[in-house]
């Protein structure tokens, strides 16, 4: 445990530039590195409410994917509008559009209409055409040179690959179908053990990476797309594998699911996971009350209007925030689809009170 709260902590010593999902983001004179507390919430034990700009997302464009999906981050500059797009590493072609800030495969052709057909269709990709010492040379010196926590993300996990390969109406009736069903599970554990095999060159050519956070999307706004049961069938197993692999190697893992996947959550758990963001708002905070002592809840204050609201009452609404959902006993951090709430005032207030709350 770090001392109690300093007011000299809250000297500005940087700032970060705004985001799609965040304004800017004063940088206080921490008592520890923001690693440290990241690894401190994982732990259980923070030293103050994580609000992500603790860490630094790492994602290379020697894996085909973060070019597909437009989101390269490296230590040169990445043009997602002029260069985002193209073939995933199965040769998938990915059309990026400039407005939704995305990747998606253009429906209509998809590359498997029959799940029981992958073996004799995909064409795996060669981990050594990857270019790992040139992608290490470039970034050892540059953004992984930090004092943050490191993360690196896998997009498409396995329902997500399976969308890209037969579309969505496609994959969820692969799903289902009996026929396929097997043939699916199959390709998952194909897929399993090629992020594995990413995942330990990832780990030997970038050591300084603290984290992974996988992506795959279980729902809609309103509801998600299939059964726990099912999720628990399909899926569940081959996650497992994922997350005992990195916890053996000392790495910590986000699920990255969209919708109203509340129910799914006792499969995240199950699954291994360290930490999972509802995108959804309003499940977040009924989430961390049911599972928030199994599970690294990303949580959200009541919503208010960083436009209009005065400042007191955002102080106000901060601070009930803190209250309810800075636990030491039950902690979580503050969820990004929340961050254009962090205002100036909100973001000092709640990292005053959790500073108080955690160091007790």
Known sequence: MIT????????????????PLMPSIKIYDYPVSPKDAMMAMYARKPYWQIIGVEKVLFNPSILPDNVARGFVIEGRPFNAAEDGGGKCMFGVDWEYEPFSGGSMVRPGNPLL????????????????????????????ETI???????????????FERLISFMDFEGAIMAMYDEDQKAAVSELFARLTDLYI?????MIKHFPMIDGFCIHDDWGSQKETFFSPALVEEMIVPHMKRITTFLRSKGKFTELHSCGQILKQVPNIIAAGWDQWTPQVMSIAQEAYETYGNQLLIGTVPDFFDPLTTPEEEQRVIARAYVDKFCSPSKPSYYGIYAGKMLTPAVREEIYVRSRERYSK
């Open 113 to 140: 209409s029959d799940a029981n057909a992958w073996r004799e269709k995909l064409v795996w990709p060669n981990l050594d055409d990857w270019d790992w010492e040139g992608s290490a040379k470039l970034n050892t």
């Open 197 to 201: 095999e990413i995942f330990e060159r």
């Open 4 to 19: 109690k709260f300093d007011p000299k902590e809250l000297k500005v010593i940087g700032e970060t530039p705004p985001l």
């Open 144 to 158: 992984l040179k930090t004092d943050k926590f490191v993360q690196t993300w896998l997009f498409s996990g396995w």
